[in-house]
């Protein structure tokens, strides 16, 4: 089975403060993405990668940065944040285009700002 | 722009039949998906559709029309243990990597 583990389940920092959320997936999968999930709105792309070291923005990136040093891993950075950054964060895998792209989630992390 | 369209709420009896309606607006369409997130889960793949028409997997069937922008998702003998949230999503973009959702249908299943 795809397995997708995040760093931390829940989370708490202060306004300002760098965070890091780290996703590792143990299939060789060469998408990963970053979402955030907020009620009524959805999953909200932050980024995704389509291989090591490349990144595309999505649909919300400011105030985000990326990092795929690794194939298996994914890292969301706050550069500083801000309240408006507290969400469930949610980070999936995926083959790509083959079994029609089905992305495989890890378990999110709740991250709230002070 | 870019957008998803799905009901907020459906409420069914256990047994029923329940369909789940999703239009979208998007550019680059490679195809849409369904995925199912029980409350303090994470999101679950179930079913893609590239081509128009059904797909069937045991209870759960989807259907896409490309030409009208709109699929929807179908669950038969409904059970309590399928109460959750389900989401639509459209490949788009260049290549197909990108992925928009929708807000989610919430599933009440009543005994």
């Known amino acids: 089975d795809v397995k997708v583990t995040q760093s931390s389940r829940y989370l708490v920092k202060r306004t300002g403060e760098k965070v890091f959320l780290e996703c590792v997936q143990d299939?060789?999968?060469?998408?990963m993405f970053w979402y955030r999930q907020d009620p009524g709105l959805g999953l909200r792309l932050i980024y995704f990668s389509y291989d090591v070291k490349m990144k595309e923005k999505g649909d919300i990136p400011e105030g985000y940065s990326v990092s795929r040093e690794k194939k298996e891993r994914f890292s969301l950075i706050l550069e500083s944040a801000s309240t408006n950054q507290t969400s469930m964060y949610l980070c999936?895998?995926?083959?790509?285009?083959?079994?029609?792209?089905?992305?495989?989630f890890g378990p999110g992390t709740r991250l709230t700002v002070l | 722009g870019q957008s998803l369209e799905q009901p907020s709420e459906v409420t069914a009896v256990e047994g029923a039949i329940v369909q789940i309606n999703c239009t979208y607006q998007?550019?680059?369409?490679?195809?849409l998906s369904w995925y199912q997130q029980h409350d303090g889960g994470a999101p679950t793949f179930l079913s893609y559709n590239a081509l128009d028409g059904l797909e069937e997997t045991g209870r759960f069937s989807s259907f896409l029309s490309r030409s009208d922008s709109y699929g929807y998702l179908l669950l038969q003998e409904l059970q309590m243990k399928d109460s959750a949230s389900y989401f639509c999503a459209v490949r788009e973009g260049t290549g197909g990597f990108k992925t928009i959702f929708g807000a989610g249908t919430r599933l009440f299943v009543k005994a």
């Open positions: 998007t550019s680059g369409f490679y195809g």
């Open positions: 999936a895998s995926s083959l790509g285009l083959a079994g029609g792209g089905a992305q495989f």
């Open positions: 299939m060789d999968h060469e998408n």
